[in-house]
Every structure is written in structure tokens, then in C-alpha cells.
């Protein structure tokens, strides 16, 4: 990984760092992605399938709709202390 050219490239703005959601693990040990899951409810869903590299899958457009409220919703409540020290 050329670190130089990725922080310049931050700086400039020509591209977004994604990091992975494995970053913003609580100090239980939780994961923010299984957070994530746990809220959603989808494990056992034969509606939804959802994958290990973080894609979903839906059988029904209407769970699409529905998931999708649902990530926001989770991610405006969820207090995400993790990323506030990471971004600091």
C-alpha cells in the first residue's frame, strides 16, 4: 500500500478511505457489523441473505426497502463512541 499517495489523495479529496466495520469493535468485543445484524434481524430471514463480504441479497424488493430503513435507523440512534475516537 503506497500510504503517501492515499493520505494525499484524502487531503485533496479525490478519494474516500473506507475502513472495515471490524474497526469500530466496542469494548465488549463487539463488532459493529454484528451489531448491525443482531438489529436487523436477518440471520434467519428467508427473505434476506446476507453475505460475508457485507452484500445483502433479497428475495422480496419489499425487504429492500425495509432493511435499507432500517441501516439508517440503526445508525442514527446506535452512539458509535468507537468512530468519535477513531475520527478524533
Known amino acids: 500500500m ?4 492515499t493520505i494525499d ?4 479529496g479525490s478519494c474516500i478511505l473506507f475502513l472495515g466495520l471490524e474497526v469500530f469493535t466496542n ?5 459493529l457489523e454484528d451489531r448491525l445484524l443482531e438489529y436487523l434481524k436477518v440471520n434467519n430471514d428467508p427473505q434476506v ?3 460475508d463480504d457485507g452484500l445483502f ?3 422480496d424488493p419489499t425487504r429492500h426497502t425495509s ?4 441501516i439508517r435507523k440503526f445508525f442514527e440512534q446506535e452512539n458509535l463512541i468507537e468512530a468519535k475516537a477513531i475520527f478524533d
Open 57 to 59: 441479497f433479497f428475495k
Open 49 to 51: 441473505r446476507y453475505y
Open 67 to 70: 432493511t435499507a430503513y432500517n
Open 27 to 31: 469494548a465488549e468485543g463487539q463488532r
Open 9 to 12: 489523495s484524502i487531503q485533496n
Open 2 to 5: 503506497n500510504w503517501e499517495l
